[in-house]
């Protein structure tokens, strides 16, 4: 049986175990842990799959290890509503909890006056469960019930709030100054506000006229940099009696922008592959299978999109990365049209999450994707 803590395949693609399967990140993580123990709330903006969820978790093992410090990870991407992201946290919060002792369950249901907690008992194991009732109506009072539990609570406290962006999507009417009143008020509750539309985060947190206007520590993640990304993954492969050179890893880094998940991806098949040397022939071979895999995945998305907008697609992922998306000399070569049909279709492919603007350089966001579009 596998055991969580010595996983078969040390490139892990979800989850988070140890700092033994974490790579680098020590500036990004030094900075983080920095800034909550010293009271500072922090933005964290990356692009999806660059690894900010796994940061979070890394960051959260090194404050858990003082003893002093309860972290909470919740996960927004799902949520529509105040309710739902009160459900969220009131679930991790209280998730959290040893509730197979009869005095925290006492303590919780005279705590909790409007969530309601209700207590069951797993028919399987017989361990204790329960289940968040939040009415919409007292969400605004259910959460500032979880906020003074966390801040009552005799320790320091870390929230993670991921894909943060998603509460801009809501129907409730200012979400964003709610919550922002309720956080300015503690002093032991500290957050992360994650996400991966860097626009919108931006726009919440350095716009004069929104209520986070310069409320956070702003933290940009990239890609790990190829030398420390070489090492970790030339000690993993030796361990397994693999051996990866400088040279190989630089060509499957740069096959793939460095972009932390699917650098993750290939080296976890490369590890299965189980060849005694890894070349750029093996390198091709993984790939070709993984992207033949997605084949019916990758054609959906070509489904999805106007012949213009595929068209440009292409251009991109025969480019690899494009600075000047609306200049002739891009236009012109892959013969793309209008510039006011390539502004729009850019628009939409950023909007679809099919393209990453990258600070101005436009790139496939999904890198096995593009590589199917240069075929």
């Known amino acids: 049986m596998n055991n969580k803590k010595n996983p078969l395949n040390p490139f892990l693609l979800t989850g988070y175990i140890s700092p033994v399967y974490f790579c680098d990140r020590e500036q990004e993580s030094n900075k983080l842990v ?3 123990r010293n009271g500072r709330n922090v933005t964290l903006i990356s692009p999806r799959r660059m690894g900010k969820t796994g940061l979070i978790h890394h960051v959260f093992h090194r404050l858990r290890a003082d003893k002093q410090t309860r972290c909470y990870y919740v996960d927004l991407y799902k949520t529509d509503s105040l309710a739902s992201l009160v459900e969220q946290l009131a679930n991790v919060v ?7 002792k009869s005095k925290i369950v006492k303590q919780v249901t005279t705590f909790f006056k409007s969530l309601r907690p209700l207590f069951s008992y797993d028919t399987l194991t017989g361990a204790p469960t329960f289940m968040v009732d939040v009415k919409p109506e007292l969400a605004e009072h259910s959460l500032a019930e979880i906020f003074s539990y966390m801040e009552q609570s005799g320790q320091q406290c870390v929230v993670a709030m991921d894909e943060f962006q998603s509460i801009a999507d809501y129907g409730d009417k200012n979400v964003e100054a709610l919550l922002r009143s309720h956080i300015q008020q503690l002093t032991s509750v500290h957050f992360v506000f994650s996400g991966s539309q860097r626009h919108v985060l931006e726009n919440m947190f350095a716009s004069a006229n929104r209520p986070f206007y310069q409320s956070t520590q702003m933290i940009n993640l990239y890609e790990i940099q190829e030398q420390f990304y070489y090492e970790f993954a ?12 400088a040279d190989v890893f630089g060509f499957l880094y740069q096959k793939l922008a460095g972009h932390t998940w699917y650098v993750q991806m290939l080296l976890n098949r490369v590890y299965e592959s189980g060849d005694p040397l890894v070349s750029r022939e093996v390198v091709d071979r993984v790939l070709t299978s993984i992207v033949d895999e997605n084949e019916a995945t990758f054609q959906t998305f070509m489904r999805l999109v ?28 892959y013969q793309l049209g209008a510039t006011s049909t390539i502004s729009s279709a850019i628009k939409t492919l950023v909007e679809k999450e099919l393209v990453l603007d990258a600070q101005g350089a436009y790139q496939v966001y999904d890198r096995f994707f593009a590589l199917w579009l240069k075929r």
């Open 34 to 36: 920095s800034a909550l």
């Open 306 to 333: 106007t012949p213009a907008q595929a068209k440009l697609l292409r251009a991109i992922a025969k480019e690899g990365s494009v600075q000047q998306a609306l200049g002739q000399s891009f236009i012109s070569q």
């Open 94 to 100: 209280l998730g959290s909890l040893d509730t197979a």
């Open 234 to 245: 030339k000690e993993k492969l030796a361990a397994h009696r693999q051996q990866l050179n």
